[in-house]
């Protein structure tokens, strides 16, 4: 769910404008998941604009201490949402951890990293939400330790796909981000990024991901 129309299509103008989303419907992507797509987002990117990187992150708080409340812990969903996570801690002045897709294979086998004690409430910070699947599997490993309560999760862009939404609802999860495909289309439009063609063909791709075909 985004929270402010205002800050969703101001992010999404600027996530535009370094490139950190790229539309491009008549030259498909490819996802490493096969999918066709006429939209890629790097939102790492972002970490190279010290002025774009701290709005995001002070957003990001403002919007955990508002629909939340101050955690006791920020962790941020690995590699993608390291940074991020750890700039949006910086703002709350509260410790941050990170979960990794799976436990390591050596050393102390680890999949999160950092300090989490006991009894502790925790907001997880993405980078960006495509099914979902990743992120609630960072959620998941959280809730493994004892009395952790996982009190939502934010983000910066979500596609909006109805299986992520499907997905967070299962898992009992509330998510909230900056922007998502929605806005970050209207922005595109009034910006002329993209044409009244290419924006139906962007409609069509979020409708059917999976077996869109240019």
């Not at 939209?39 to 939340?68: G, M, V, W």
Request: contains cysteine; aromatic residues 8%; hydrophobic residues 35%.
């Amino acid at each position: 769910m985004v929270m402010n129309k205002d800050t969703a299509k101001k992010t999404a103008e600027l996530l535009l404008q370094i490139k950190a989303i790229k539309l491009k419907p008549n030259e498909p992507f490819t996802w490493a998941s096969g999918w066709k797509s006429p939209i890629y987002c790097d939102n790492r990117t972002t970490l190279s604009f010290p002025e774009i990187r701290n709005y995001l992150s002070e957003n990001l708080a403002k919007i955990i201490e508002k629909e939340y409340g101050k955690p006791d812990v920020i962790a941020g969903v690995a590699t993608g949402a390291i940074a991020i996570g750890i700039l949006v801690a910086q703002h709350l002045n509260v410790p941050f951890i990170y979960v990794r897709p799976k436990p390591k294979k050596h050393g102390r086998k680890n999949q999160i990293e950092g300090l989490l004690e006991k009894n502790k409430n925790v907001i997880v910070v993405e980078d960006l939400i495509s099914t979902g699947k990743s992120s609630l599997n960072a959620v998941k490993a959280l809730n493994e330790v004892e009395g952790t309560k996982v009190k939502g999760m934010v983000a910066i862009f979500s596609y909006g796909f109805d299986i992520a939404t499907e997905n967070f609802e299962k898992a009992n999860i509330r998510l909230n981000t900056l922007s998502d495909y929605d806005c970050l289309l209207e922005q595109s439009l009034e910006s002329n990024y993209i044409s009244e063609n290419e924006l139906k063909t962007l409609h069509e791709w979020r409708n059917n991901p999976e077996k869109w075909k240019q």
